[in-house]
């Protein structure tokens, strides 16, 4: 059997709805958090935020070929680890492979399983990955129970700081939107430089082209408008990668439009853009994320 097309890495609490375990961790510690579990050992939890996405993406697999893996990867103990197992039996994923690591950093794992994105809770792994060039995003957003959702993948991804860098954002947040726009006119034919969430999106396109037709969908959701739309069009062209669809709103609210494209997720790098309707992931990279 060939190696998958595309690799997942998710945290538990990516996947599923632990945030009242959580919330006994932070507020009674690591044994009450280890006992609580073990005490809902049997009891299925919930569905989070990332569930829906991972589900949509698994459901490609066939007995003859394997396009998707999903690796769960959690600060969790391995005690917990069983009754994340447990859970992804009974919602019937096939997901097959976890690593445990009882608080320690997630990165050496999500890297060693070769994952073209990682999905955690927790921001500080999200931030370490992103340091080292793996693609990340802290999951945000509504929970992942979704009763009208088809079986069709819908994800969505702003333009800069995601898919490309942040040059010119870092223009945008420093002159202004008139210099902006006139040096994305001026720059139209020079590719913008690679974003931390590319080469997702890259992966994505190539397990569409093995999937039937508008099984995936794939959007560019960006506050830009004309005449600074020519660049970032240029520049999917320039990497030979083509969105489904693209939308330049120029600086008009992202609201609406999320509504109606109903993405199973949406990679965003301002927190402000991601919405409680919407599962989401925030990408700390860029100027709008630099410490002030």
Not at 19 to 40: L, P, S
Not at 126 to 134: E, I, K, S, T
Not at 186 to 197: K, N, Q, R, S, V
């Amino acid at each position: 059997m060939s190696e998958p097309l595309i690799t997942i890495a998710v945290s538990s609490r990516a996947l599923f709805d632990f945030e009242e375990e959580n919330k006994i961790f932070d507020q009674q510690g690591e044994d009450a958090y280890m006992q609580a579990q073990q005490e809902r050992l049997n009891t299925v939890t919930a569905t989070g935020i990332a569930y829906p996405m991972v589900k949509k993406l698994l459901a490609f697999n066939t007995e003859e070929e394997r396009l998707v893996d999903v690796v769960v990867i959690s600060r969790n103990d391995p005690n917990t680890g069983l009754r994340v197992f447990r859970s992804i039996h009974q919602y019937g994923l096939d997901i097959r492979c976890g690593c445990f690591t009882r608080g320690k950093p997630s990165l050496p794992y999500v890297s060693a399983f070769g994952a073209h994105l990682f999905l955690s809770a927790f921001d500080e792994d999200v931030r370490a990955a992103l340091q080292h060039g793996v693609p990340a995003a802290r999951v945000m957003g509504r929970n992942g129970n979704n009763e009208d959702e088809d079986d069709t993948l819908r994800i969505a991804f702003d333009g800069d700081a995601v898919l490309f860098g942040d040059v010119a954002e870092r223009v945008y947040q420093k002159h202004g939107l008139a210099q902006f726009q006139e040096m994305e006119k001026e720059l139209a034919h020079d590719p913008l430089p690679e974003g931390p969430i590319k080469p997702f999106l890259a992966a994505l396109l190539r397990l569409q082209q093995k999937v039937p037709p508008n099984k995936i969908r794939t959007a560019l959701i960006t506050a830009r408008g004309a005449p600074a739309h020519e660049r970032p069009i240029r520049t999917l062209m320039n990497w030979g990668i083509v969105v489904d669809e693209t939308f330049f709103l120029s600086g008009a609210q992202k609201q609406n439009i999320l509504e109606a494209f109903r993405p199973d997720f949406f990679f965003d790098d301002q927190i402000r853009h991601l919405h409680q309707q919407q599962a989401g992931g925030h990408v700390n990279h860029g100027i709008t994320n630099a410490p002030q």
